[in-house]
């Protein structure tokens, strides 16, 4: 079984500054990293995601996260927010699988609050 | 191309009735799966179907149950409902489920409210 710990319910932050989104994993086997963001009143929308190979993997517009092993982390970051950022975004993970089931298993969300 | 679709966008049912909620996927997306979202427990899996087969299933009562149609349209049912009921059921899809590092795409939900 898998489960997330995203460690920060709310965050305020103002625009411009840099922010980081901080989440936790744990799992008895190896498994992909998600980063969803949730905008008010609609759905899901992936964000970034590990599979393998470089830890540092980024999205198109300017959050990044790094797979650490060894912490069982996989914090977002993004160096410079905007106000366009407000949103809720989740972390998640899914177990190694081959063809099959799918299941992801989500963090509680953090609120980010992107202040002018 | 359409992105994944939910109806009704917003349902208000009284504890003891039943309810059914649609979700028609991506075009050419044969994996659905179905998620609750509450404030207190978060985002929590349902059931995820592929050609018409539940292939995996989250931990809720049985009351909670689903089907999927030879063109990938998927249903969820919810049985005699509770004030626990009362969520954002959100659906997802994904091209084959053929491993979980696909990415599964969103609808926009369906707001549940149950008095």
């Known amino acids: 079984a898998q489960s997330v710990t995203q460690l920060d319910s709310q965050v305020p932050v103002f625009e411009e500054a840099p922010v980081e989104l901080r989440c936790n994993y744990s799992s008895s086997v190896s498994v992909y990293l998600f980063w969803y963001v949730q905008y008010p009143n609609q759905g899901l929308q992936l964000l970034l995601k590990?599979?393998?190979?470089?830890?540092l993997v980024e999205s198109i517009n300017g959050f990044e996260a790094e797979f650490n092993k060894s912490q069982t982390s996989f914090h977002l970051r993004k160096p410079s927010v905007h106000i366009s950022d407000t949103a809720e975004y989740f972390c998640?993970?899914?177990?190694?699988?081959?063809?099959?089931?799918?299941?992801?298993?989500f963090g509680k969300g953090t609120k980010l609050s992107v202040i002018p | 191309k359409a992105g994944v679709t939910q109806t009704p966008r917003y349902l208000i049912k009284t504890r003891g009735q039943q309810v059914t909620l649609s979700c028609s996927p991506i075009s050419g997306h044969r994996s659905v799966s179905w998620y609750q979202q509450t404030p207190g427990q978060g985002l929590q899996f349902l059931f995820e179907y592929f050609s018409e087969t539940q292939r995996n299933k989250g931990n809720f009562p049985g009351r909670f149950s689903g089907r999927q149609f030879s063109n990938s349209r998927s249903e969820m049912n919810v049985s005699t409902l509770e004030l626990g009921d009362s969520a954002l059921y959100l659906c997802?899809?994904?091209?084959?489920?053929?491993?979980?590092?696909?990415?599964?795409?969103f609808g926009p939900g369906t707001r549940l409210l149950v008095l």
């Open positions: 590990y599979l393998s190979g470089s830890t």
């Open positions: 997802a899809s994904s091209l084959t489920g053929g491993g979980s590092q696909e990415t599964q795409y």
């Open positions: 998640a993970v899914s177990p190694y699988s081959g063809a099959g089931s799918y299941q992801l298993t």
